[in-house]
């Protein structure tokens, strides 16, 4: 299994990023993809999850209403649109995937990671 996320970068404060994460290896229909970030000295946190079969998702109280998580199946893709940023969302961004829920927030419970992406929000 291999899950390769890019798209990070830098961008001004109240801007926009799409970041992509590519799924590989397996069928992932039975699968709930997320996004976590982990700042600089910061433990890794949760961001967003999707279950890949129903599209349903769940979000941190720190990021709903201003990112949106999304999957293509054709593409085996998950996305993570991220607007309104702040220079708080900086961090280093990684897909994971997990047999489990979607409401599963602790890092403990994926199984699959992918590398990260730098995202930088400046001010």
């Known amino acids: 299994v291999q899950l390769q996320a890019f798209g990070g970068g830098l961008v001004q404060a109240g801007g926009s990023l799409r970041l992509s994460c590519a799924a590989s290896g397996r069928t992932f229909s039975s699968y709930v993809m997320a996004w976590f970030r982990q700042a600089p000295g910061k433990e890794r946190e949760f961001v967003a999850s999707i279950r890949w079969s129903s599209g349903n998702t769940y979000y941190a109280a720190s990021v709903k209403d201003r990112f949106a998580i999304s999957r293509d199946n054709a593409k085996n893709t998950v996305y993570l649109q991220m607007d309104s940023l702040k220079p708080e969302d900086t961090a280093v961004y990684y897909c994971?995937?997990?047999?489990?829920?979607?409401?599963?927030?602790?890092?403990?419970?994926?199984?699959?990671w992918g590398q990260g992406t730098l995202v930088t929000v400046s001010s």
């Open positions: 994971a995937a997990t047999t489990g829920l979607v409401v599963d927030t602790t890092t403990t419970k994926y199984d699959y």
